[in-house]
């Protein structure tokens, strides 16, 4: 299984940007998919996941201006964000955790910097 992310780029503050990932292999479907991001200089953070179902859950600083979908026809995951800011300025990596093998898998990171 390999996640290849992508959409990353220079955005100033206000923008929009949707970040995509694109999932190889057959474990897709049934299973939640995460973005996460690491900022310099600080831990990894969670952003947002969504499950199968498909449900969706999101980090309170991201809340309202974020969304993430999935198409399994696809096998691909996305990360619409809007109304961006200086301090959304990260790496963004996608992870999935398969239900089955509890193996993890991340994407190698696509780079978003917020900034006039």
């Known amino acids: 299984v390999q996640l290849q992310a992508s959409g990353g780029g220079l955005v100033q503050p206000g923008g929009s940007l949707r970040l995509s990932c694109a999932a190889s292999?057959?474990?897709?479907?049934?299973?939640?998919v995460g973005w996460y991001r690491r900022a310099p200089g600080k831990e990894r953070e969670w952003v947002a996941t969504?499950?199968?179902?498909?449900?969706?859950n999101y980090a309170n600083s991201v809340k309202g201006r974020f969304t993430i979908s999935r198409d399994n026809a696809k096998n691909t995951v996305y990360l619409q964000m809007s109304s961006l800011k200086p301090e959304d300025t990260a790496v963004y990596y996608c992870?999935?955790?398969?239900?089955?093998?509890?193996?993890?898998?991340w994407g190698q990171g696509t780079q978003v910097t917020v900034s006039s």
């Open positions: 969504i499950s199968s179902a498909p449900f969706t």
């Open positions: 292999g057959n474990i897709f479907s049934r299973n939640a």
């Open positions: 992870n999935i955790r398969d239900i089955y093998s509890g193996l993890d898998y």
